[in-house]
């Protein structure tokens, strides 16, 4: 690792891309995701990367497009409004089996709603980013730090499956200043990327970038290899942090600017003898099921805690699949949930403090 050093969410996340061998950004400014952009414009003409502030975001989606389909590392990033706009071109990227990092920093909706943290892209995300049969790898960040470290993994990650990757921020984790270690500065094998449209030099046949498919079974030969990749992903790839879970009788299920209120919440509850935990969704897509599915036996109660009106809950239910009772609290329009209203919800569950 490198030094460590004081960092806004947003501009941690600009400097580890650049650490990962991103040399390429396309974005349109929207708060709270701003500063990415801002940061990437001083920063790129200095380690010879190309930085454009398209015309809007649906121009710099496809120019995501272009780049990534060239084979280089490309990201942009935007806030919850921006991401309706990207959706056309995101399908594209997935049906084009192109990497791509996409930062959705959340604000309060929806339409123009407010520019307050919020996790009501959570459906957005991990279900309908776009249209057709295809997932993106989802992110979600708890701390500065994680930003600048799921960054490169979700560079990686993308790389590796062909496919593209959001890590889903907020305007809470984006705005706020944390200690980071930055990661040291590697470049990534591009020209190992031989189905890439980057030159064939003479030595292959060319090759094309398209997501275009006339026939109708050759459509479904290719989502169905597509999915068959999910499966695997689903597999393999997995990702959550469990905390105070062994003996719980309540656990709690909350990411991102959500899971720091709700640990806080649970470190109370457990001072008041409340036997409660928390399994934090590192991973929305793939989402953390066995994890989840651990401690169905063990644990009697589930609590989903949400900067929304209750969307991953659905996911936490299908995990729990019907065994134990599963409730809800969130805050939402930007508002964000205090600990003692989690640790109050925890007491309510409990029946009390005993």
């Known amino acids: 690792m490198g030094e460590r050093v004081l960092m806004k969410g947003n501009e ?22 701003t500063e990415v952009a801002a940061y990437m414009s001083k920063r790129m003409p200095k380690v010879d990367g190309v930085y454009l502030q398209a015309e ?15 084979g280089v590392r490309v990201m942009t990033s935007t806030s919850s409004p921006g991401v ?22 959340q604000r ?31 992110f979600a960040p708890s701390t500065v730090q994680e930003m600048v470290d799921f960054v490169s993994i979700a ?39 031989d189905w890439a449209a980057c030159g064939h030099k ?11 498919y006339i026939q109708p079974q050759t459509l479904e030969d290719l989502v169905r290899a597509r999915y068959e990749k999910y499966e695997k992903i689903k597999e393999e790839e997995q990702r959550a942090e469990e905390y105070l879970t062994e003996d719980a009788e309540i656990i709690v299920v909350a990411y991102g600017a959500s899971s720091r209120v709700s640990r806080s919440a ?11 935990g928390l399994i934090r969704p590192i991973t929305l897509w793939p989402f953390p099921e066995k994890t989840i599915a651990k401690y169905v036996d063990s644990a009697k109660k589930f609590l989903t805690v949400e900067m929304s ?18 409730e809800f609290y969130g805050r939402t329009g930007g508002m964000i949930p205090a600990p003692n209203e989690v640790y109050n919800k925890i007491v309510e569950m409990k029946g009390g403090v005993q």
């Open 84 to 105: 309706s706009l990207m959706a056309e071109g995101i399908s594209y990227i997935a049906g084009s089996d192109v990497p791509a990092l996409i930062i959705n920093v």
């Open 56 to 70: 809007s975001e649906v121009a710099s989606i496809n120019m995501v497009l272009g780049a990534g389909a060239a």
């Open 108 to 138: 309060g909706g929806p339409g123009l709603g407010g520019i307050q943290p919020s996790q009501a892209d959570y459906f957005q995300a991990t279900k309908s980013t776009g249209h057709g049969d295809f997932h993106m790898l989802v």
């Open 202 to 212: 003479g030595k292959r046949e060319h090759n094309v970038i398209n997501s275009l």
């Open 155 to 193: 560079f990686d990650l993308g790389d590796k499956y062909r496919m593209p990757a959001m890590i889903l921020s907020d305007g809470m984790l984006g705005q706020m200043m944390e200690p980071v270690e930055l990661p040291e500065a590697r470049n990534p094998d591009n020209d190992s990327k």
């Open 12 to 33: 941690a996340i600009a400097e580890a891309a650049i650490a990962a061998g991103c040399r390429h950004f396309f974005g349109y400014p929207i708060t709270p995701q």
């Open 309 to 326: 009106m209750g969307q991953m809950v659905d996911d936490v239910r299908l995990a729990v699949n019907g065994k134990k009772p599963v």
């Open 266 to 276: 649970v470190d109370k509850a457990r001072k008041e003898g409340i036997k409660v």
